[in-house]
């Protein structure tokens, strides 16, 4: 599994956040909070005002003189400035996930629930439309960084595509199958002024509200999660914090390229019964790779790159998520 230093340096940062609050269930209406929550980056740029639009492919492109997209990718030098290059790659970072963020609502159907409930200066999460009533319910947890729900990896989005960098594959497939869906928005933890959001400082304690307060009460009999990179690191403490109602009802994980080793939280012989980890690596998909007796199965997601893991090995996790379903 190939991390960069960069990547480390923010794993271990995050790890010694890692929050100990407990917090209390909470069964007001679902519906009555949903109304409630706002667009935190409503000042950000569009994407056509930044000069960009995605073509047919879902790929980045400049726009033309006639509106329409050209052949012309996003180019990160925009001037001599490092500084000013960075500057505008994050600008249009922020655009994608605004972007992002309209299509889970406006072109799949997902709504917002606040965190926390009935706060309109907080953060939020994504659900399907009746995600509490359905027999299975499937939970995405992205990686750390500047991702945001509904993304796996905001590089892939900006210089690949829309499907390989975002949620949306895995949404759409899950909602084909009837399940339900939560996107957890575990890095956003500050408001736009810097003050920390209460109940979602950190990504583990974002992950345990939602949880207490959006899925504990669900119908779902079987929950499965997939979870990227550090989103390992969040599961394995959702586990530890909620343990009887998690081992009782989730029924498998699918982790891709997860750091969960960074965790301070031991590996319970539910959670490495339960869970596949599809990592980086040559070798062709789902290829068996050496796993420690401690750790948790891994599996070649096809690919070295560890930003890809997760679109490359989508068809093998719902393959293995029918499988364990069947079981029952």
């Not at 997209?69 to 030098?77: A, G, R």
């Not at 359905?134 to 796996?152: E, F, M, P, T, Y």
């Not at 590089?155 to 949306?168: F, V, Y």
Request: hydrophobic share 35%; with cysteine.
């Amino acid at each position: 599994m190939h991390i960069n230093s960069a990547f480390m340096n923010v794993i271990r940062a995050v790890r010694t956040s890692i929050s100990k609050v407990r917090l209390r269930p909470h069964r007001k209406s679902i519906a009555s909070s949903a109304n409630k929550v706002h667009y935190k980056m409503e000042g950000t740029k569009t994407m056509k005002e930044l000069g960009y639009i995605f073509d047919s492919n879902g790929q980045v492109r400049k726009i033309g003189a006639d509106g329409q997209p050209t052949d012309e990718p996003f180019q990160f030098v925009v001037s001599n400035d490092h500084q000013e290059c960075q500057a505008h790659y994050e600008e249009l970072g922020s655009a994608i996930t605004n972007y992002v963020y309209d299509i889970l609502q406006t072109q799949i159907g997902l709504q917002k629930l606040p965190i926390p409930k009935d706060s309109n200066d907080g953060t939020f999460i994504f659900v399907s439309k009746d995600y509490d009533k359905k027999d299975v319910l499937l939970i995405l947890i992205h990686g750390s960084g500047v991702v945001r729900a509904g993304q796996w990896a905001r590089s892939l989005i900006i210089n690949e595509s829309l499907d390989k960098g975002s949620q949306i594959p895995y949404i759409k497939k899950a909602l084909a199958k009837d399940y339900g869906v939560v996107v957890l928005n575990t890095n956003d933890n500050h408001t736009a002024d810097g003050k920390t959001i209460l109940n979602s400082s950190t990504a583990e304690e974002h992950a345990l509200y939602a949880w207490l307060n959006y899925i504990s009460n669900a119908n779902a009999s079987s929950i499965l999660i997939v979870a990227h990179s550090y989103g390992g690191v969040v599961t394995v403490s959702l586990a530890e914090e909620v343990q009887n109602d998690f081992e009782d009802r989730v029924k498998a994980i699918a982790f891709t390229d997860s750091v969960h080793s960074y965790s301070n939280k031991k590996l319970t012989n539910f959670l490495k019964q339960v869970t596949k980890n599809w990592i980086s690596s040559q070798t062709p998909l789902d290829t068996p790779l050496r796993t420690p007796d401690f750790d948790i199965t891994r599996l070649s997601a096809g690919h070295e790159k560890h930003e890809m893991t997760s679109y490359m090995c989508m068809d093998s996790v719902f393959k293995y998520f029918d499988e364990i379903l069947n079981m029952d």
